[in-house]
């Protein structure tokens, strides 16, 4: 496979990225060998990781179509965006809300330099470059403003990217100031890898592999996931289930059971709404 040509500035093709192995995961191109290489690495320790990457691609998807399609959502920030694939967070909506605007947020420079693949109509779409650990300079940022009203309901996906976030930089603290900032009636989805039903070769996997690359990641247990929903009311994961968390397969599923995989136990998933 060929290298992605020129090499944007600030990018280091020497190092694992976050961003770029997640794009390989779900087949993309937009990677270099040192990933695809961490990328295998991590595949023979855990054989479903490229199925835990797409069933947490779905939820993503499903997330936000239920927030626009169930509860009129038309305005979204996606959160560590990562890389342009198939069905982006505008993509996804545009059956159900044509009209949605989508601010994407991301820090990695490889994406900040392929932007332009998520901005189909600029009345529409933006991207800034920013980073999540910083609320304040997200949410004030004049490009998301000049498309996000935080009057109005919002809905605010965060899909695999808080598991980069270390404890020290209090990630459930975090949430709740993005939650405050938005207007009752907004949402928040989020999934995050866990090791709870991981062998424990492939839990170490993932933290060798991660560890070598530009962000380290964080696993996190289903307690310590759960607080990320603390003072929002968490959502029904699927027809005819209580309100609560589950694994990002199941997560909108027409058919839970066919959708509990072993690689959608991977990575827990979530929603709450700010009331």
């Not at 479903?48 to 038309?74: K, S």
């Not at 695999?160 to 928040?188: E, M, N, Q, T």
Request: a negative charge.
């Amino acid at each position: 496979m060929a290298e992605p040509e020129p090499t944007p500035p600030g990018v280091d093709p020497s190092t694992p990225s976050a961003a770029r192995l997640y794009d390989y995961y779900l087949g993309g191109t937009n990677n270099f060998q040192v990933d695809r290489a961490a990328g295998e690495q991590l595949r023979a320790a855990m054989p479903d990781l490229f199925d835990a990457a797409w069933a947490n691609r779905g939820f993503h998807q499903r997330a936000a179509r239920w927030m626009a399609r169930q509860h009129g959502v038309r305005q979204f920030i996606d959160i560590g965006c990562g890389l342009p694939t198939q069905g982006n967070t505008h993509q996804a909506l545009r059956k159900d809300a044509a009209d949605a605007r989508v601010v994407y947020v991301d820090i990695d420079p490889m994406v900040r330099d392929m932007a332009g693949d998520l901005l189909e109509d600029d009345s529409h779409t933006k991207f800034i470059i920013a980073d999540l650990r910083d609320p304040g300079e997200v949410l004030s940022n004049p490009e998301l403003r000049s498309l996000i009203d935080l009057s109005q309901p919002t809905g605010l996906l965060m899909s695999a990217v808080l598991h980069f976030v270390a404890d020290g930089s209090d990630p459930w603290g975090l949430v709740k100031r993005y939650a405050g900032a938005l207007a009752p009636g907004s949402f928040i989805a989020i999934s995050h890898i866990t090791a709870d039903q991981v062998a424990p070769r492939a839990s170490q996997a993932i933290s060798d592999i991660y560890q070598n690359a530009n962000e380290r990641a964080y696993l996190r247990n289903k307690d310590e996931f759960r607080r990320f929903f603390d003072g929002l009311q968490l959502m029904p994961p699927y027809e005819g289930a209580a309100p609560g968390i589950t694994h990002v397969g199941m997560w909108g599923a027409d058919d839970p059971e066919l959708a509990d995989s072993e690689g959608s136990r991977l990575l827990y998933a979530g929603v709450g709404k700010r009331v």
